[in-house]
């Protein structure tokens, strides 16, 4: 079963992010060989956590599987897309392979014929 983690609390956002990234980096080393899942969520909150991750250089980005937590149903290119968002602040600026990223597929006729689609994917 899954460990989950402890709240973390700093004075202001930059000191958190540090923290963040520190321990982060801590959880994937100590996974050894293991591969490490991280859901990623959209919207702006995460956009300086996701600049500030992609400049780190000492990270093993090819055992990570990447998730999207959350995604909006508009097309791939749409200034609201979270998949987007997430090329643009964090993917396109690490070595990581387009299977290891699982996102939700908002071209499919239904939104429910999406849905079944990433469950049977995850």
Request: hydrophobic share 35%; proline share 1%.
């Amino acid at each position: 079963m899954a460990k989950f983690a402890k709240i973390i609390k700093e004075n202001n956002e930059n000191l958190l992010i540090k923290k963040f990234i520190r321990l982060f980096k801590e959880k994937i080393k100590n996974k050894g060989k293991d591969r490490f899942s991280f859901v990623l969520t959209g919207g702006h909150s995460p956009i300086k956590l996701y600049k500030n991750l992609a400049k780190e250089k000492n990270l093993d980005w090819k055992k990570i599987d990447f998730f999207i937590g959350d995604e909006r149903y508009v097309k791939e290119n749409s200034k609201n897309s979270n998949i987007k968002m997430c090329k643009k602040y964090l993917f396109k600026k690490i070595n990581i392979q387009d299977d290891q990223i699982y996102k939700i597929y908002t071209d499919k006729k239904s939104i429910k014929k999406s849905a079944i689609d990433n469950d049977k994917k995850i």
